[in-house]
RNA sequence: GCGGGCGUAGCUCAGUGGUAGAGCGUCACGUUGCCAACGUGAAUGUCGUGAGUUCGAAUCUCAUCGCCCGCUCCA
């Protein structure tokens, strides 16, 4: 219990930083905010960027078996009758007035046993997955007396399993767990519905897409056509996409408008196994090389019982986060299920031809798909530090500092003159403009004392500062500062951009 | 969607029917000269929003929106 209100604490303080400093706001705030939609600041939008962009180099610009793609988010509305989410994304639901269950209409069931001269022997409201199971529970839920009667009554008895949604009106079924009165059947429409063109019949209704995958197994003969690659390849897309979440929680965790970065791996189907180890690791480590200890950073394996249709093996990527341990990526063997659905929704050919083989074949696909926003909460959260370090007369003070990994860091250096005279600031300057110049992220600032201007920058994920001082005006050095540990050396200036790019990389 | 808690300055919060507050932060000037310094001054509020009760509402009532916790959900 202490540790859980510890955890809260600390997902405050984390979110009330990243207002403070421009990470993250609400959406819409001066309206209200809006219900699972958030907004990054100046501060945020260069991590997530940096996040992504460390994804894409990673994994499209570094490798020669992986090309990158950008897909509209509104696609024709067969995509995602032939991927199964217009069927598979609205569970009618039931809920219980009395004990606030909720249970999926076509998971309840109502069982009436008879006798051969019609009497009643047992009914009963029971949960399962379907009629004959219903059954089984039915008849183990009932008294020693009932079952006696079932044994003396083997043969002749009827049963009758209803679920929920086939009783008529009149039919009262109640809650399976306290017997209390049900809800009528609620629809979820997980994919947000719009209207392309003007006219909003049910001719124009499209749909916000709820995942990236699909628009490039659509587009998997043009890439095909088009690159020149063989098998194994890939092809990655990072972009937005929307779920109606019933219930957004955890900050920025679960939201309904969110970025994925996805990669579709298509191999051959007796390299699956081999290509989906590889990416599982492969993306385990990438998060452990940005910054995530091993520690809170786990690897699951799906049960077999817990797969997709649609998968044969999946291992989720998860982080302990202070609100509980979660997924910020899944790699799944997705088999040749998509380009198949693909082809027979479409009538398009999706094989792929193997010229040293002479095989026709539709690949498999391994699925590495990660959120965007998800990583960027998890090193938000990893980054969180409180330390005691000493202020000007030696007493100790607390300090909160983003410890971002470098590469992700929304800064990589910030430029202060030790005072705003002296001829500091136009050197200071230079050294800033220098560091633009190179391409880094360099943040210039002359206001108010330089201890506070350091503390500053460690709220912010700043790993170096510079400072120019009275000794930079004789000697041309200048003191860098690490932000972890705080201990500065004296370089040249005219090294420092060569020094924070070894630092940072 | 249900239940509970919460919503007051940029942040953290005090204020239980009678003048809108504190600390921190921000900005300016001066001082200082390497780790949240000091002094002086300043700006910042639809008290989440909308109705109602009342002579009078941040405060009481209702609705609504948002956040947190639990349940539920998580293709």
């Known amino acids: 219990m202490a540790a859980e209100n510890k955890d809260n604490t600390l997902m405050e303080k984390l979110s009330a930083l990243c207002k403070r400093r421009g990470f993250i706001f609400q959406s819409s705030e001066i309206y209200g905010g809006i219900n699972g939609f958030w907004d990054y600041g100046p501060l945020g939008v260069e991590l ?10 990673d994994v499209v610009r570094r490798r020669d078996d992986i090309v990158g793609l950008d897909c509209s988010i509104i696609m024709n509305p067969k995509v995602w009758e032939a991927s199964g989410h217009v069927g598979g994304f609205n569970d009618p639901m039931v809920d219980c007035k009395e004990c606030k269950a909720r249970f999926r209409v076509d998971k309840v069931f109502t069982v009436v046993i008879r006798d051969k001269n019609d009497g009643i022997i047992l009914t009963a409201v029971v949960e399962a997955d379907d009629e004959q199971s219903a059954l089984q529970e039915a008849r183990r839920s009932a008294n020693s007396k009932t079952r006696r009667k079932f044994a003396n009554t083997k043969d002749d008895l009827s049963e009758t399993v209803l679920r929920t949604d086939e009783l008529s009106k009149d039919e009262v079924c109640p809650c399976p767990k306290c017997g209390g009165e049900l809800t009528e059947p609620r629809q979820f429409n997980l994919m947000f519905k719009s209207h392309a063109g003007a006219s909003e019949d049910s001719a124009s209704v499209v749909y916000l897409r709820p995942e990236t995958a699909q628009g490039i197994f659509a587009n998997f003969k043009n890439v095909l056509d088009t ?115 693909h082809q027979e929704a479409s009538g398009r050919d999706m094989t792929y031809f193997d010229d040293e083989t002479r095989e026709r074949f539709i690949p498999y696909v391994i699925e590495p798909s990660g959120g965007v926003d998800r990583a960027v909460l998890a090193f938000l959260c990893e980054a969180y530090t409180e330390d005691e370090q000493p202020d000007d007369k ?31 600031p136009e050197v200071a300057r230079k050294i800033h403009a220098a560091c633009r110049d190179a391409g880094l992220a360099s943040f210039y600032d002359e206001k108010g004392a330089i201890g506070r201007r350091y503390r500053r920058q460690d709220e912010a994920g700043t790993p170096l500062c510079v400072t120019v001082d009275g000794q930079t005006i004789e000697d041309d050095t200048v003191t860098i500062r690490d932000r972890d540990s705080l201990l500065q050396q004296r370089i040249a200036a005219g090294d420092v951009v060569s020094f924070v790019q070894e630092r940072i990389s």
């Open 48 to 57: 997530k960027r940096n996040v992504k962009n460390a994804w894409w180099e």
């Open 394 to 424: 030696g007493k100790m003070q607390s300090r909160v500092v983003m410890k971002f990994h470098p590469r992700i860091a929304p800064i990589k250096v910030a430029v202060f003159p030790l005072v705003k005279k002296e001829g500091m």
């Open 227 to 341: 690159s020149r690659l063989k098998l194994p390849f890939g092809i990655a897309q990072i972009g937005k996409a929307f779920r109606n979440e019933i219930n957004p929680r955890n900050y920025t965790f679960r939201s309904r408008e969110f970025e994925q970065m996805e990669i579709e791996f298509f191999c051959r189907a007796d390299e699956a196994d081999k290509w989906y180890e590889y990416w599982r690791d492969a993306r385990f480590q990438w998060y452990i090389d940005h910054g995530l200890k091993s520690e809170k950073l786990r690897l699951r394996n799906h049960e077999t019982d817990e797969l997709a249709h649609y998968a044969r093996a999946c291992a989720d990527v998860e982080y302990e986060f202070p609100f509980g341990v979660s997924e910020l990526e899944g790699i799944a063997n997705r088999t040749d299920y998509d380009l198949k659905a």
